[in-house]
């Protein structure tokens, strides 16, 4: 069984930061994407960041310049660090990998999500 387990939320001032980690576990083949998502109340979950099993990176406008993804292949653990934080990022953020699964019929995909951790900009 596959499990994302997040950690890092809390409560930031606007301008601060926050660093928020996933690590994955459990019986898989491998990861390829992984990425973030936040949500925020009477909105649609989003995109904030993704990054490829090779280190390519994409980032919503919103959050260019300010956020930065990485991975650790080796923890299997995919960070986002949040700087310069603004009351519009306070959001539920929510982990999500594409992970491989080794089959009877081959090798297949599948996205997985970790339970989300809230994150709270506001003085």
């Known amino acids: 069984q596959v499990q994302l387990v997040e950690s890092g939320g809390g409560l930031v001032q606007p301008g601060g930061s926050l660093r928020l980690s996933c690590r994955t576990s459990?019986?898989?083949?491998?990861?390829?994407?992984m990425g973030w998502y936040r949500q925020a109340p009477g909105k649609q979950r989003a995109l904030v960041g993704s990054?490829?099993?090779?280190?390519?990176?994409a980032y919503a406008d919103s959050v260019k310049g300010r956020f930065t993804i990485s991975r650790d292949n080796a923890k299997n653990t995919v960070r986002l660090q949040m700087n310069n934080l603004k009351p519009e990022d306070t959001a539920v953020y929510y982990c999500?990998?594409?992970?491989?699964?080794?089959?009877?019929?081959?090798?297949?995909?599948?996205?997985?999500w970790g339970q989300g951790t809230q994150v709270t900009v506001s003085s």
């Open positions: 990054i490829s099993r090779g280190g390519s990176t």
């Open positions: 459990g019986t898989f083949f491998s990861i390829n994407a």
């Open positions: 999500s990998n594409t992970i491989v699964l080794r089959r009877d019929s081959g090798f297949r995909e599948y996205d997985y």
